[in-house]
């Protein structure tokens, strides 16, 4: 029997399709809001902006907007609940990507307020979890993520407002899906683990992301890129935003993550010059890294062929970092050797090992194909 197995499974309501949008007024009076907070961006508020109509006439709210910074850290999370505090408001709603998604459930969390989000992109599952990455102000990350026991009050996301966004935002989000299973494979197919019926719910989420991704994510890219709300299209942004979310919800910590978004945090901790490539590209090739540490090289062949087709990176070269400063590289295995995370893996994990599987892997891609960024 697990201890303290946390399970918290996603929003308390959730929709996409549609006209979403228009149901925030009346999910806001059931929570009896009054004063409103939205936290937004630049680009994709002013897409999102005109689904948002009838929260603007609502006559029973006071809404405010404020605009982020650009970053999920402690100092803009208290600078906006200071803002929380000043204007009595008792209901927050993030607009926008993942960054700002987590931004807003960390300024929920220290100004204790309700909160919801409305994604305007699907490139990881952040709008759904109750977890935040945190950052710098000036874009490293910070090593830590902040969890709260805490839903989202609600989410709700319309299929125009996220076919409309970049392509390779998209791509990554397939990305750092895929991830789900890989992160979780080894662990939950442990025998003391077959039985328990949270982490068995996460093992099927991890692997319907896998299978739908291997499946519908071509089309489903092919079919954004042409502006058609295609059934895969639908399928694949949902997959990457809400069941990849319930992975974690389900799970906890024996699936959340390992190996490839502890060398994702590490490097990013590290070398700003790899900040160009989105979260999701990076995961993508903290697969590859994690594959390479469980010696699964035949998983990496099969993978090739689909990390090709998508411009996807493969190795600390395609990321720009290697050959790596020796110094820089030692703080990168120690930070990524400290997290707890990557110990799951039912076997011994160095930074010694951490460092073969890195070095290893960039042998082994450097006989592939090169990496291409058109």
Same mark, same amino acid.
């Given at each position: 029997?697990?201890? #303290?197995?946390?399970?918290?499974?996603?929003?308390?309501?959730?929709?996409?399709?549609?006209?979403?949008?228009?149901?925030?007024?009346?999910?806001?009076?059931?929570?009896?809001?009054? =004063?409103?907070?939205?936290?937004?961006?630049?680009?994709?508020?002013?897409?999102?902006?005109?689904?948002?109509?009838?929260?603007? #006439?609502?006559?029973?709210?006071?809404?405010?907007?404020?605009?982020?910074?650009? +970053?999920?850290?402690? =100092? +803009?999370?208290?600078?906006?609940?200071? &803002?929380?505090?000043?204007?009595?408001?008792?209901?927050?709603?993030?607009?926008?990507?993942?960054?700002?998604?987590?931004?807003?459930?960390?300024?929920?969390?220290?100004?204790?307020?309700?909160?919801?989000?409305? $994604?305007?992109?699907?490139? #990881?599952?952040?709008?759904?979890? $109750?977890?935040?990455?945190?950052?710098?102000? =000036?874009?490293?990350? +910070?090593?830590?993520?902040?969890?709260?026991?805490?839903?989202?009050?609600?989410?709700?996301?319309?299929?125009?407002?996220?076919?409309?966004?970049?392509?390779?935002?998209?791509?990554?989000?397939?990305?750092?899906?895929?991830?789900?299973?890989?992160?979780?494979?080894? &662990?939950?197919?442990?025998?003391?683990?077959? *039985?328990? $019926?949270?982490?068995?719910?996460?093992?099927?989420?991890?692997?319907?992301?896998?299978?739908?991704?291997?499946?519908?994510?071509?089309?489903?890219? #092919?079919?954004?890129?042409?502006?058609?709300?295609?059934?895969?299209?639908?399928?694949?942004? +949902?997959?990457?935003?809400? &069941?990849?979310?319930?992975?974690?919800?389900?799970?906890?910590?024996?699936?959340? *993550?390992?190996?490839?978004?502890?060398?994702?945090?590490?490097?990013?901790?590290?070398?700003?010059? &790899?900040?160009?490539?989105?979260?999701?590209?990076?995961?993508?090739?903290?697969?590859?890294?994690?594959?390479?540490?469980?010696?699964?090289?035949?998983?990496?062949?099969?993978?090739? $062929?689909?990390?090709?087709?998508?411009?996807?990176?493969?190795?600390?070269?395609?990321?720009?970092?290697?050959?790596?400063?020796?110094?820089?590289?030692?703080?990168?295995?120690?930070?990524?050797?400290?997290?707890?995370?990557?110990?799951?893996?039912?076997?011994?994990?160095?930074?010694?090992?951490?460092?073969?599987?890195?070095?290893?892997?960039?042998?082994?891609?450097?006989?592939?194909?090169?990496?291409?960024?058109?």
């Amino acid at each position: 029997m697990l201890q #303290n197995l946390q399970v918290k499974i996603g929003p308390e309501f959730y929709c996409y399709s549609e006209g979403a949008l228009d149901l925030i007024p009346k999910l806001l009076e059931e929570h009896s809001a009054k =004063n409103v907070l939205v936290i937004h961006g630049t680009k994709s508020w002013e897409k999102a902006k005109p689904y948002l109509g009838k929260l603007e #006439n609502t006559k029973t709210l006071s809404t405010y907007y404020e605009k982020y910074h650009g +970053e999920c850290s402690f =100092n +803009e999370g208290k600078r906006i609940a200071d &803002i929380c505090a000043d204007k009595n408001i008792d209901f927050i709603i993030g607009v926008g990507g993942g960054k700002l998604c987590d931004l807003t459930m960390y300024t929920a969390s220290i100004a204790h307020t309700k909160f919801a989000t409305v $994604p305007t992109l699907a490139s #990881n599952c952040a709008p759904w979890t $109750p977890l935040a990455v945190m950052y710098k102000d =000036n874009g490293l990350a +910070e090593g830590k993520t902040v969890h709260i026991n805490r839903q989202a009050s609600f989410l709700v996301m319309d299929p125009r407002i996220i076919i409309d966004a970049p392509i390779n935002y998209f791509v990554a989000g397939v990305a750092d899906t895929l991830a789900k299973w890989y992160e979780s494979d080894m &662990i939950l197919e442990e025998g003391q683990y077959k *039985n328990e $019926p949270m982490l068995q719910m996460a093992r099927y989420a991890a692997l319907m992301c896998k299978d739908k991704i291997m499946k519908e994510a071509e089309p489903a890219i #092919n079919d954004m890129k042409s502006g058609k709300m295609s059934d895969e299209f639908v399928h694949i942004s +949902e997959i990457v935003i809400a &069941i990849a979310g319930l992975v974690g919800g389900f799970g906890d910590k024996y699936s959340r *993550n390992t190996a490839a978004h502890t060398i994702h945090d590490a490097l990013s901790a590290y070398l700003p010059q &790899i900040h160009k490539f989105l979260h999701g590209e990076k995961v993508a090739y903290g697969i590859f890294f994690q594959l390479a540490l469980e010696n699964r090289y035949t998983t990496i062949d099969e993978l090739i $062929p689909f990390y090709q087709k998508f411009h996807l990176p493969m190795s600390l070269k395609d990321l720009g970092v290697w050959p790596m400063n020796e110094d820089t590289m030692g703080k990168v295995l120690k930070l990524a050797n400290g997290k707890k995370k990557i110990h799951l893996l039912p076997f011994e994990v160095t930074e010694a090992s951490l460092k073969e599987a890195m070095f290893d892997l960039e042998d082994y891609m450097a006989k592939k194909e090169p990496f291409s960024t058109k």
